[in-house]
């Protein structure tokens, strides 16, 4: 493991734990509640199935780092790996689940899965042009060192764990709320498993380039239509979404909605009741 790569990696993909542990910590100081700390703690969780993916995958991470946090399948793994999974599956499952509890549209979700897909590309593209990890094999859409059929899957990871958590929080009072610890990782295997099986299947038979290509077009296939459906869960109709913009929506998941753009309930006038004329008796 280069030694400049390991700690420049771990300071990028630090900065949004510290923050988000500064907000969770926030929220329980200010009677918010504990959701966003116990998304976190699902988060770190979830990165135990870091060496799963990595050995279907064909990832390598390089060995003898200096801040070693665990070993799985005789591989080690930094702690870069550790807060990726941290705020990537756990911090943003949380923001999803209150972008989806302020109301999205359907367009709004594919959008949602448009900009987590953008963030996935900026935060692993510096370690695989540093050294830090590479993937290997005839990875399809390889044209930096990072196969981009993975960030079509990956955000997959926190739209399920935030539509888990958005049908399921009214069911856990108390704390109850500490399940959420468990669903995080259920949504990093569920959501991996759905999508990824065609690439893993096509790299693990060493298949040329256009195999694996075309297993890649199935995958990212799978994750459309699990956004689909995620939307019959989640999507609300255009007339109860007071905010539709992709920036929007995360600010006014982070910040609240503006009470003037809270669109007024339906004004539903019954309508009169159908009246069956009464029958007329001839007078004898």
Same mark, same amino acid.
């Given at each position: 493991?280069?030694?400049?790569?390991?700690?420049?990696?771990?300071?990028?993909?630090?900065?949004?734990?510290?923050?988000?542990?500064?907000?969770?910590?926030?929220?329980?100081?200010?009677?918010?509640?504990?959701?966003?700390?116990?998304?976190?703690?699902?988060?770190?969780?979830?990165?135990?199935?870091?060496?799963?993916?990595?050995?279907?995958?064909?990832?390598?991470?390089?060995?003898?780092?200096?801040?070693?946090?665990?070993?799985?399948?005789?591989?080690?793994?930094?702690?870069?790996?550790?807060?990726?999974?941290?705020?990537?599956?756990?911090?943003?499952?949380?923001?999803?689940?209150?972008?989806?509890?302020?109301?999205?549209?359907?367009?709004?979700?594919?959008?949602?899965?448009?900009?987590?897909?953008?963030?996935?590309?900026?935060?692993?593209?510096?370690?695989?042009?540093?050294?830090?990890?590479?993937?290997?094999?005839?990875?399809?859409?390889?044209?930096?060192?990072?196969?981009?059929?993975?960030?079509?899957?990956?955000?997959?990871?926190?739209?399920?764990?935030?539509?888990?958590?958005?049908?399921?929080?009214?069911?856990?009072?108390?704390?109850?709320?500490?399940?959420?610890?468990?669903?995080?990782?259920?949504?990093?295997?569920?959501?991996?498993?759905?999508?990824?099986?065609?690439?893993?299947?096509?790299?693990?038979?060493?298949?040329?380039?256009?195999?694996?290509?075309?297993?890649?077009?199935?995958?990212?296939?799978?994750?459309?239509?699990?956004?689909?459906?995620?939307?019959?869960?989640?999507?609300?109709?255009?007339? @109860?979404?007071? *905010?539709?913009?992709?920036?929007? !929506? #995360?600010? +006014? =998941?982070?910040?609240? &909605? $503006? @009470?003037?753009? *809270?669109?007024?309930?339906?004004? !539903? #006038?019954? +309508? =009169?009741?159908?009246? &069956? $004329? @009464?029958?007329?008796?001839?007078?004898?």
């Amino acid at each position: 493991m280069p030694y400049a790569a390991e700690i420049i990696f771990t300071i990028f993909l630090g900065l949004p734990v510290v923050v988000g542990v500064f907000f969770a910590v926030k929220h329980l100081l200010t009677g918010k509640g504990p959701l966003l700390a116990v998304c976190l703690v699902g988060g770190g969780l979830a990165c135990l199935f870091e060496p799963i993916v990595d050995v279907l995958g064909l990832v390598y991470i390089r060995e003898g780092a200096l801040l070693t946090t665990f070993s799985s399948m005789g591989r080690d793994f930094p702690l870069f790996i550790n807060f990726v999974y941290i705020w990537y599956v756990g911090g943003l499952a949380y923001l999803a689940y209150r972008i989806f509890t302020n109301g999205i549209t359907v367009k709004g979700l594919f959008g949602l899965y448009v900009m987590d897909v953008c963030i996935n590309i900026v935060l692993e593209s510096p370690g695989v042009l540093m050294g830090a990890y590479e993937y290997y094999g005839p990875q399809p859409l390889n044209f930096w060192g990072l196969p981009l059929w993975w960030v079509c899957v990956n955000p997959v990871m926190p739209l399920v764990a935030g539509a888990l958590i958005y049908r399921l929080k009214p069911f856990l009072p108390g704390w109850r709320i500490g399940l959420v610890v468990l669903l995080i990782p259920m949504a990093d295997g569920l959501a991996n498993g759905a999508t990824a099986w065609p690439v893993w299947t096509a790299l693990n038979l060493d298949a040329p380039l256009v195999v694996t290509h075309l297993a890649w077009l199935v995958s990212l296939g799978l994750a459309l239509t699990c956004v689909w459906i995620l939307s019959f869960v989640v999507a609300r109709p255009d007339a @109860e979404v007071a *905010v539709t913009s992709k920036l929007g !929506i #995360v600010k +006014a =998941a982070i910040f609240g &909605v $503006p @009470e003037g753009n *809270v669109p007024p309930p339906p004004i !539903i #006038v019954p +309508a =009169a009741p159908n009246r &069956v $004329p @009464e029958p007329v008796h001839a007078t004898p």
